[in-house]
């Protein structure tokens, strides 16, 4: 085995960089070359097709002559780039995307063919996607629906069609169909709510700027570690002398191959109109950023998951591997996935942007203090929405946020929020400045000042957005986005009817929208912290304001099961009861299943690579002590290097015995929710830095040359 490790360094010793070329100097010659967006749309279809597409709202379906319109145009316009095939492409529950691929060629005529009806459903088999128990397996179909609002694209030689996954009996079946749904609720409440304000507005829509963080490293040595392969992380290797205490690799300069694989993936994704801005060095050595100019959540959605496979075959090629999990490597930082939101109207203003004007800043404060108000109400539900075994390595491990829920809004909102909350009762008299009197006149336009700003915090409010930091680098962004959408909006409609019950009364409607927000501002104080949010202190404190800090998937995934989120899916039509419980089953199957394969890679390797070496190491051993004590030369020191290693093998053998049987009666356990809970007590906990622990020793202690994993410092600095 140890073979394998050198075999793979020689590899990389060998290695040269993959030159990739730009096409062209100027990104604009090439961006959204690939996608049939709305400027393709505009150019390709007659104008009545066109307005039509682009005002079809989420989810809903086209007429049959648009869907035929646009499925000629697409055709002429896929089929003059090479493309021979296409696919709906989706996003079923297992995190992954999804495609099926079929032609434009009809045999039977000879002909290439793409009708509108090929375009807006198509029938895959769904028996093997998870379902969660809503699809018995003699009633399999499901169908996925073209989603309009979201770019067709080309990837290779195939059209891949955005599309929700939903079975013949309705229920969805993917990540996205709550999402738009989600998506339509907010629209619907922020507008009824912006018409307070301003009656010219029709539309909002949601915002997402991701940040994906992600660790490359070199493809002979991933393969050559079959906990990476397996598990996507290592699950075992001692930290190298130098991880990232120097500081030395943010925004420090990126390794020429590094390099040469995010030029090409960039122009990759600019080609299919993602708009990738920013690429730096992350805090870990090896770990890089990438982040997109925000977007219509939807679409930014989708450009995450389609970035995510982009990068992989782009690696590829230059031979590296990206690693996406949340922590990849103990003992540097892991990745996660800060999500940007914020809200846009259709006449262009971010509601979460402070303006110089005091009218416009009441609407500005609106929509900062509900949303404040919702995170505060379901910030069970938000902790829920980014759970995964993944994530749990990551969350609380002092260098994410923790699993405590709070919003981080900065010095001179509080104040500004503190002021409301004080002056609000005071009395307005004709004449009276009324946001003077409030103090709300004076909101500075940009508070993004970055003394300000608290990294510590799972959800901050960055100047002009929200930024939500504690979603996994590896889970899909949908679960997220849908529950923060669907909480706001939620909230938002809550606020449109207590204001409408005051000035149904006769109530002036500035002067009840600034009762409301008082009213909010009040019974959310206790999601607000300003501090460190990696301190104990913070964890004392939250629990004194009675704040939930649960740290475990399994326990978490129970507040999707309240009947708190349970009123909410169902009454704001985003998921029946059906639904929210056939998610939880899917989602704790599938902690199950990554913690056994975590648990069982830890075994193998503990078993036949890390047990026989150790073994074979202290043979050598052996024969030395022996052969001093034939020279007559003293070997206790040898021997007690033996009986040292000996402790560590006995131990790691009966970690690994016992968890093996552990897992067996575990497995026995009939309710998938208590099994979950298992695995995470009394396997991950129980045993995971147990057995990682004896194996971490043994690799200090075991000659280099015969140690079988690649090390810590030749993933993480070799390249
Ligand atoms: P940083 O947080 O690293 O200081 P920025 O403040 O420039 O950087 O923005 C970070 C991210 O926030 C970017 O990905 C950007 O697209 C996103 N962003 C900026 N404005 C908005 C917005 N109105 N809605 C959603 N995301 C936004
Ligand atoms: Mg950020």
Redesign the pocket.
């Known amino acids: 085995m140890a073979r394998l490790r050198f075999k793979a360094l020689e590899a990389l010793s060998m290695r040269k960089k993959v030159e990739f070329k730009l096409p062209s100097l100027k990104i604009s010659d090439y961006f959204g070359q690939n996608a049939f967006g709305v400027p393709q749309m505009r150019s390709a279809l007659a104008p009545e097709v066109f307005e039509k597409v682009v005002h079809v709202s989420h989810g809903k379906r086209v007429d049959k002559d648009t869907a035929d319109a646009v499925a000629a145009a697409v055709k002429t316009w896929a089929m003059n780039r090479g493309v021979t095939h296409y696919t709906h492409w989706f996003q079923p529950l297992t995190g992954a995307t999804a495609e099926k691929h079929d032609t434009f060629f009809d045999s039977t005529k000879g002909i290439e063919e793409f009708k509108g009806s090929a375009l807006v459903q198509q029938e895959p088999d769904a028996s093997s996607f998870p379902s969660g128990g809503i699809r018995s397996t003699f009633e399999a179909r499901g169908y996925t629906a073209w989603d309009p609002s979201s770019p067709i694209f080309i990837w290779d030689t195939t059209l891949c069609i955005p599309t929700i996954f939903v079975s013949f009996t309705g229920e969805a079946l993917d990540y996205k169909a709550p999402l738009l749904k989600a998506i339509e609720a907010i629209d619907r409440a922020s507008t009824k709510v912006c018409r307070l304000f301003d009656r010219a507005v029709a539309n909002v829509t949601p915002?997402?700027?991701?940040?994906q963080e992600y660790f490359v490293v070199d493809r002979a040595l991933y393969n050559a570690r079959p906990d990476l392969v397996m598990c996507g992380r290592t699950v075992f290797g001692h930290n190298p002398a130098r991880g990232q205490q120097l500081d030395d690799h943010y925004f420090g300069t990126i390794p020429t191959r590094v390099q040469e694989f995010m030029k090409e993936f960039e122009v990759e994704a600019h080609k299919l109109g993602i708009p990738i801005r920013t690429r730096h060095n992350e805090v870990a050595p090896s770990q890089f950023e990438a982040?997109?100019?925000?977007e219509e959540a939807n679409v930014a959605t989708d450009h995450n998951q389609l970035l995510r496979d982009i990068m992989d075959r782009v690696a590829f090629k230059h031979d590296l591997k990206v690693l996406l999990h949340e922590k990849p490597f103990a003992g540097v930082n892991g990745n996660g996935k800060h999500n940007?939101?914020?809200l846009m109207t259709d006449t262009g203003v971010?509601l979460l942007q402070p303006t110089s004007s005091a009218r416009e800043n009441l609407l500005f404060l609106t929509f900062f203090v509900v949303s404040i108000k919702a995170v505060y109400e379901h910030a069970d539900l938000l902790r829920a929405s980014i759970a995964s075994f993944g994530n749990d390595f990551r969350l609380g491990a002092n260098e994410a946020p923790p699993a405590i829920i709070s919003v981080f809004i900065g010095q001179t909102l509080s104040n500004v929020l503190d002021e409301l909350e004080k002056n609000g009762n005071v009395k307005i008299e004709k004449g009276d400045n009324l946001y003077m009197k409030l103090g709300i006149d004076q909101i500075p336009e940009i508070i993004m000042d970055n003394t300000d700003r608290n990294r510590t915090s799972p959800f901050a409010f960055?100047g002009?957005?929200f930024?939500f930091r504690a979603v996994g680098s590896e889970s899909n962004v949908s679960n997220p986005m849908m529950v923060l959408n669907l909480i706001v909006a939620d909230q938002l409609n809550k606020f449109y009817s207590e204001v409408t019950k005051l000035t149904n009364k006769g109530k002036d409607r500035r002067l009840a929208i600034i009762e409301i927000l008082r009213k909010y501002i009040k019974e959310s104080k206790s999601i607000r912290f300003e501090g460190d949010g990696y301190s104990e202190a913070w964890v004392k404190e939250a629990e004194k304001r009675g704040l939930s800090n649960v740290r475990d998937t399994p326990r978490a995934l129970d507040f999707y099961l309240s009947d708190k989120s349970t009123q909410l899916f169902s009454s704001n039509k985003i998921l029946n009861e059906k639904e929210v419980k056939a998610r939880h089953e899917i989602m704790i199957e599938n902690y199950i299943k990554k913690a056994q394969i975590d648990s069982r890679v830890m075994g193998d390797l503990a078993l036949n690579h890390i047990i026989p070496t150790a073994i074979a190491y202290q043979n050598k051993l052996i024969q030395n002590a022996k052969g001093l004590k034939e020279l007559g030369v003293d070997n206790k020191e040898i021997i007690s290097y033996i009986e040292e290693i000996s402790q560590h093998i006995s131990a790691l053998r009966k970690n690994v015995n016992e968890m093996i049987e552990e897992r067996k009666k575990i497995n026995k356990i009939d309710d998938s929710r208590k099994r979950a809970i298992a695995y995470c007590d009394d396997i991950r906990h129980k045993y995971f830095d147990k057995i990682r622990y004896s194996v971490d020793k043994l690799e200090l202690f075991i000659d280099d040359e015969d140690w079988p994993l690649v090390k810590y410092r030749e993933l993480l600095f070799l390249k």
């Open positions: 915002t997402l700027g991701w940040e982040a997109p100019m925000f940007n939101w914020s971010n960055t002009n957005k930024e």
